[in-house]
């Protein structure tokens, strides 16, 4: 299972962080990645890492503002969102799976969390 949290309302141009917590499958032995989904559009991938070496992919609309990081130890990975903007307005999932360049696809993915919402306000 994959629980996240951390989601809630932030002001444009604020930060945030998303926590995800990993329980049933060995932690070690899948990669982790964040999507989100807004209203009216189809799920997005955010960023992936990978758990052998810690290599990381970020999709272009948040290049630059999110970090992904993972903790082994506590089996939980998580998402820092600087400088947000209201686009980034959207339910955040984490998933297991395979991190590689086509970390976007959601086939990708054998576990799926129950989302949290995260509001951008202007």
């Known amino acids: 299972q994959l629980q996240a949290f951390g989601g809630g309302l932030v002001q444009t141009g604020g930060s945030l962080r998303l926590s995800c917590a990993a329980s049933?499958?060995?932690?070690?032995?899948?990669?982790l990645a964040w999507f989100r989904q807004a209203p009216g559009k189809e799920r997005e991938g955010v960023s992936c890492?990978?758990?052998?070496?810690?290599?990381?992919y970020y999709g272009d609309s948040v290049k630059g503002r999110f970090t992904i990081s993972s903790d082994n130890v506590k089996n939980t990975v998580y998402l820092q969102m600087n400088s947000v903007e209201h686009e980034d307005t959207a339910v955040y999932y984490c998933?297991?799976?395979?991190?590689?360049?086509?970390?976007?696809?959601?086939?990708?993915?054998?576990?799926w969390g129950q989302g949290t919402q995260v509001t951008v306000s202007s």
């Open positions: 890492i990978s758990s052998s070496d810690g290599t990381s």
């Open positions: 049933g499958f060995s932690f070690a032995d899948y990669d």
């Open positions: 998933a297991a799976g395979t991190c590689d360049s086509w970390f976007y696809q959601l086939d990708q993915y054998d576990y």
